[in-house]
């Protein structure tokens, strides 16, 4: 196996979370020799070198300095983000129901509910804890503690094939263990029981969970010549791997290469730590400040400045493709699509998009077009958001694939490799 394709398997499996994703980027980045910078210190920053910020242990944007020369100098950025769609747990909270210990759930980002069900499940996240007078945080997973939320038996529910529609209140709670104690088991008073074994944590000391449910099934490779890859969170994990892999590729270049790991865009993104906020541009100014410029500078930076916003695109599906645009229909490892809209939910504009295509033509990379058809509604991404924060000119690109919010997505290993191709001639580009 290739491995760069490799790197990308282990990187999906090891991040059922965005908080498991920022922490194995982190990992790259440092065996890469990237230094840590913490937002509440002053900066000393050094030419051809690189560094990374992280909030909220979700969102992480990382840099190589280039030259570190304001005259003449750009930021070359690409933006991607570590969520994706998933239901979160309440607040450990236990509910016995028929004889089960169930959780509740809300539904976050847009899940196709149907592919959650049956399947075995697991429970990822952080978990907050009392610690000497402060808060602390562990990273949580335990592949082998599954979860599940079972369908009902066709016999009762006849309409499961026609159009059921899931009630995510009353149907989609995940089922924990049988309440049955055996043997003058303890009870178990709330989820936070079970997860304080596996911490070796003392229950009490429990504060809070950010915790989502997960599809325990590895990421593998699939198709008869075994081109495509299937797994959860292709949208957007792969595009963070494509541009961290790039970033740590890139040296020598004049101008600095950035890229940014937003948290919650499939939830708007609104957040400190998201693409509409300050994160990012904070982040940049900073860079410029620390390099002896001055507010004046990093706007001058900016309007020489090009965002390459990565998200995944629809793949044409051979057996809906009736719910494409026919002249707009990026096939997987046909490259990257290019994504417009009318609307502006993508920040495509003709002169971007140009860019883009240049790009790829230096990189020898294949790119297709997506034009959602006329008479169906399109997604948002982060292109729109941090081109305007910013000022910034923007294209939205990502690779195709199949089955986009699904529990199991599917992709093209030659697309991934194209798309760090181009990524790492955008940042090389004086």
């Known amino acids: 196996m290739d491995q760069t394709v490799k790197s990308l398997l282990d990187f999906l499996n090891s991040s059922p979370t965005a908080y498991h994703g920022t922490a194995e980027t982190v990992k790259k980045l440092e065996e890469a020799g990237f230094t840590s910078l913490d937002e509440s210190t002053n900066w000393e920053l050094k030419p051809q070198r690189g560094y990374y910020i992280v909030r909220n242990s979700s969102s992480l944007i990382a840099f190589h300095t280039g030259d570190l020369d304001l005259t003449g100098g750009c930021f070359r950025i690409v933006t991607a983000h570590t969520d994706s769609p998933t239901f979160r747990l309440k607040e450990g909270v236990l509910n016995d129901k028929s004889g089960m210990l169930t959780m509740g759930v809300e539904v976050m980002g847009g899940p196709i509910f149907s592919t959650w069900l049956d399947r075995d499940l697991a429970i990822a996240g952080r978990v907050l804890f009392k610690k000497e007078g402060s808060v602390g945080s562990l990273l949580y997973r335990n592949p082998e503690r599954k979860v599940l939320i079972?369908?009902?038996?066709?016999?009762?529910?006849?309409?499961?094939?026609?159009?059921?529609?899931?009630?995510?209140?009353?149907?989609?709670?995940?089922?924990?263990?049988?309440s049955r104690r055996e043997n003058g088991a303890h009870k178990v008073e709330s989820f936070y029981d079970l997860i304080a074994q596996d911490l070796n944590l003392n229950v009490k000391d429990i504060l809070d969970t950010d915790l989502v449910l997960y599809d325990t099934q590895e990421a593998s490779l699939t198709s008869w010549k075994q081109e495509f890859f299937s797994s959860g969170r292709i949208d957007n994990l792969a595009m963070c791997h494509a541009s961290v892999e790039a970033l740590i590729s890139t040296k020598g270049q004049k101008g600095i290469a950035v890229a940014a790991l937003f948290d919650n865009e499939e939830t708007g993104s609104k957040t400190p730590h998201g693409a509409d906020s300050s994160f990012l541009e904070q982040v940049l100014e900073r860079?410029?400040?620390?390099?002896?410029?001055?507010?004046?500078?990093?706007?001058?930076?900016?309007?020489?400045?090009?965002?390459?916003?990565?998200?995944?695109?629809?793949?044409?599906?051979?057996?809906?493709?009736d719910l494409y645009d026919e002249d707009f229909t990026p096939q997987i490892n046909g490259g990257p699509a290019i994504k417009k809209n009318a609307g502006w939910n993508y920040a495509s504009t003709g002169e971007t998009s140009s860019i883009f295509k240049m790009i790829c033509e230096k990189a020898d990379v294949p790119y297709q077009m997506y034009i959602n058809r006329s008479d169906r509604p399109t997604g948002k991404t982060l292109g729109p958001l941090t081109a305007?924060?910013?000022?910034?000119?923007?294209?939205?690109?990502?690779?195709?694939?199949?089955?986009?919010?699904?529990?199991?997505?599917?992709?093209?290993?030659?697309?991934?490799?194209?798309?760090?191709?181009a990524f790492e001639t955008h940042y090389s580009e004086t």
Not at 393 to 404: F, R
């Open 287 to 321: 860079i410029v400040l620390a390099a002896g410029g001055n507010r004046e500078q990093f706007m001058v930076l900016c309007s020489s400045s090009f965002i390459i916003s990565a998200d995944a695109a629809h793949g044409v599906h051979p057996n809906f493709s």
């Open 150 to 178: 079972p369908n009902p038996p066709i016999h009762l529910n006849k309409t499961a094939n026609k159009g059921f529609v899931y009630n995510a209140q009353n149907h989609l709670n995940c089922i924990i263990q049988s």
């Open 388 to 421: 305007a924060r910013l000022g910034i000119p923007a294209v939205d690109v990502g690779n195709p694939l199949w089955s986009m919010h699904s529990i199991r997505e599917t992709a093209g290993v030659n697309d991934h490799c194209y798309m760090i191709r």
